[in-house]
């Protein structure tokens, strides 16, 4: 009877077909909940909500030929953007980034020790390590040169 | 489907795995030591194919803590309760910083270190002797590409972090600190004091205090990196900048700010340069000057450093 209703549906039925399927969604409770769930799908589709799918219908309904895929991968996505946010992330790949593109590389700038400098009294390195962790701040050559 | 159920297993596979409490409790026992011992030796940086060696003594009764740099000049740091001064004998300068991260960041407490297991595995490795000291290996394995991974090796009965090498994606050595002799216990007052007589010099004070830089924030936030601190400074003689700090616990990445001026924005190269571990990723933004500077991967630095954006209050 799903396919009936899915064929309802999308137009698909002769005259009589249809007031047959009509006549079974007065009578069939489980009929009803089938044309009400074909068009919740239908209307969370148009507007871009996703819905729980339900059981896989027969191979000769185009409505559902065209949902499924449309609703697993609206379900994968749902799941991968959730991975995304999930702080506790195991071999999961990274969020895209916004910057595809590689950086041009350029020297370290010209106060890049002050910069060190000013960044390592934050870093909780220095809580494993003390002052050892502060070499990288004069360790630059360039800015004391060597005699 | 089968995709998506694959991708839910192995996400709760990663949430179902918990850390040894015997594992953190090293890391505990590593910041215990850098807080409580007195101790002096001679330790060797590696970054590339350069290295330097320093050395590092710590009087733990006052909390005074002094490096000098053993090779070329002779550039040392001596950090009290309250500030960090760092000797530079090249420019006669004396840089002058607020003390303030292992007070302020104790991300090593217990209950702060549950949270470095979000974004790092955390295990024990083999037991080797370093410099004379029986060593366990301690490995934080990053869960993601946008940290660093650590091996660090402790001394079983101290605690001492003899040696710290960080590692990339591919395992390859960035850069590593690594003891070659160590004392503990036997230190003065005296031997923690600077050996420049500095009144000359000049000094650059940070005078950094908190802030809120009205305007300025990032349109995405880096997973796992935390705004731990924004404040208005001064970096070097005089400039005027804001820096604000993201953590994950382990790492951290400060982001400068300063205006630009005809001449500052002459001597800007626009990029991504490294030193060692760290990256410094420099971009413009509303007639700003941006330098992200962190101990991260390239790819961390620049995507917080392209989610800078002001909007007018």
Same mark, same amino acid.
């Given at each position: 009877?799903?396919?009936?209703?899915?064929?309802?549906?999308?137009?698909?039925?002769?005259?009589?077909?249809?007031?047959?399927?009509?006549?079974?969604?007065?009578?069939?409770?489980?009929?009803?909940?089938?044309?009400?769930?074909?068009?919740?799908?239908?209307?969370?589709?148009?507007?871009?909500?996703?819905?729980?799918?339900?059981?896989?219908?027969?191979?000769?309904?185009?409505?559902?030929?065209?949902?499924?895929?449309?609703?697993?991968?609206?379900?994968?996505?749902?799941?991968?953007?959730?991975?995304?946010?999930?702080?506790?992330?195991?071999?999961?790949?990274?969020?895209?980034?916004?910057?595809?593109?590689?950086?041009?590389?350029?020297?370290?700038?010209?106060?890049?020790?002050?910069?060190?400098?000013?960044?390592?009294?934050?870093?909780?390195?220095?809580?494993?390590?003390?002052?050892?962790?502060?070499?990288?701040?004069?360790?630059?050559?360039?800015?004391?040169?060597?005699? | 489907?089968?995709?998506?159920?694959?991708?839910?297993?192995?996400?709760?596979?990663?949430?179902?795995?918990?850390?040894?409490?015997?594992?953190?409790?090293?890391?505990?026992?590593?910041?215990?030591?850098?807080?409580?011992?007195?101790?002096?030796?001679?330790?060797?940086?590696?970054?590339?194919?350069?290295?330097?060696?320093?050395?590092?003594?710590?009087?733990?009764?006052?909390?005074?803590?002094?490096?000098?740099?053993?090779?070329?000049?002779?550039?040392?740091?001596?950090?009290?309760?309250?500030?960090?001064?760092?000797?530079?004998?090249?420019?006669?300068?004396?840089?002058?910083?607020?003390?303030?991260?292992?007070?302020?960041?104790?991300?090593?407490?217990?209950?702060?270190?549950?949270?470095?297991?979000?974004?790092?595995?955390?295990?024990?490795?083999?037991?080797?002797?370093? !410099? #004379?000291?029986?060593?366990? @290996?301690? /490995?934080?394995?990053? $869960?993601?590409?946008?940290?660093?991974?650590? +091996? &660090?090796? %402790?001394?079983?009965?101290?605690?001492?972090?003899?040696?710290?090498?960080?590692?990339?994606?591919?395992?390859?050595?960035?850069?590593?600190?690594?003891?070659?002799?160590?004392?503990?216990?036997?230190?003065?007052?005296?031997?923690?004091?600077?050996?420049?007589?500095?009144?000359?010099?000049?000094?650059?004070?940070?005078?950094?205090?908190?802030?809120?830089? !009205? #305007?300025?924030?990032?349109? @995405?936030? /880096?997973?796992?990196? $935390?705004?731990?601190?924004?404040?208005?400074? +001064? &970096?070097? %003689?005089?400039?005027?900048?804001?820096?604000?700090?993201?953590?994950?616990?382990?790492?951290?990445?400060?982001?400068?700010?300063?205006?630009?001026?005809?001449?500052?924005?002459?001597?800007?190269?626009?990029?991504?340069?490294?030193?060692?571990?760290?990256?410094?990723?420099?971009?413009?933004?509303?007639?700003?000057?941006?330098?992200?500077?962190?101990?991260?991967?390239?790819?961390?630095?620049?995507?917080?450093?392209?989610?800078?954006?002001?909007?007018?209050?």
């Amino acid at each position: 009877m799903k396919e009936r209703i899915s064929a309802l549906m999308d137009g698909e039925l002769d005259e009589r077909e249809a007031a047959e399927a009509i006549a079974a969604l007065t009578d069939d409770a489980r009929a009803r909940g089938a044309w009400r769930t074909y068009h919740l799908i239908g209307d969370a589709l148009r507007e871009g909500r996703w819905v729980v799918a339900p059981r896989r219908p027969a191979a000769n309904a185009p409505f559902w030929r065209i949902a499924l895929p449309a609703i697993a991968v609206a379900a994968a996505v749902a799941l991968v953007s959730w991975v995304a946010f999930v702080p506790v992330q195991h071999n999961t790949p990274a969020p895209p980034t916004s910057v595809a593109q590689a950086p041009v590389t350029v020297p370290p700038p010209r106060a890049a020790n002050d910069y060190l400098l000013a960044h390592q009294g934050f870093s909780p390195r220095v809580a494993l390590q003390g002052m050892a962790a502060y070499v990288r701040t004069v360790s630059d050559p360039a800015e004391e040169p060597r005699r | 489907m089968r995709g998506a159920l694959a991708l839910a297993a192995v996400v709760l596979a990663g949430a179902a795995q918990a850390q040894s409490p015997e594992t953190l409790s090293w890391l505990r026992k590593i910041y215990d030591a850098s807080q409580k011992l007195s101790y002096t030796g001679t330790f060797v940086y590696q970054q590339g194919a350069r290295s330097e060696t320093s050395r590092i003594t710590r009087y733990g009764a006052g909390d005074i803590e002094r490096l000098e740099v053993l090779d070329g000049m002779p550039r040392e740091i001596v950090r009290t309760r309250d500030t960090v001064r760092c000797y530079l004998p090249g420019s006669k300068v004396v840089k002058v910083e607020h003390r303030a991260a292992d007070r302020t960041f104790p991300a090593l407490l217990p209950e702060k270190v549950g949270e470095l297991a979000r974004h790092y595995d955390i295990g024990l490795g083999e037991t080797r002797r370093i !410099a #004379g000291f029986d060593c366990q @290996a301690i /490995l934080l394995t990053p $869960r993601d590409n946008l940290r660093y991974g650590y +091996r &660090l090796y %402790a001394d079983a009965g101290s605690g001492m972090l003899l040696k710290a090498v960080t590692v990339d994606a591919g395992g390859e050595t960035i850069e590593q600190f690594s003891f070659t002799q160590l004392s503990i216990g036997h230190v003065t007052r005296d031997m923690v004091r600077t050996r420049h007589s500095a009144s000359t010099w000049r000094i650059d004070n940070a005078d950094a205090s908190p802030a809120q830089l !009205a #305007g300025w924030s990032l349109s @995405a936030e /880096l997973p796992g990196f $935390r705004k731990i601190v924004e404040l208005k400074r +001064r &970096l070097g %003689a005089s400039r005027s900048v804001g820096q604000v700090v993201y953590s994950d616990g382990l790492a951290a990445v400060s982001v400068f700010i300063e205006p630009l001026d005809a001449a500052r924005r002459e001597a800007m190269r626009t990029g991504l340069a490294s030193v060692g571990a760290i990256h410094i990723y420099t971009r413009e933004v509303a007639n700003h000057m941006i330098t992200v500077v962190g101990e991260a991967p390239a790819v961390s630095v620049q995507r917080i450093a392209d989610a800078v954006e002001y909007r007018p209050q």
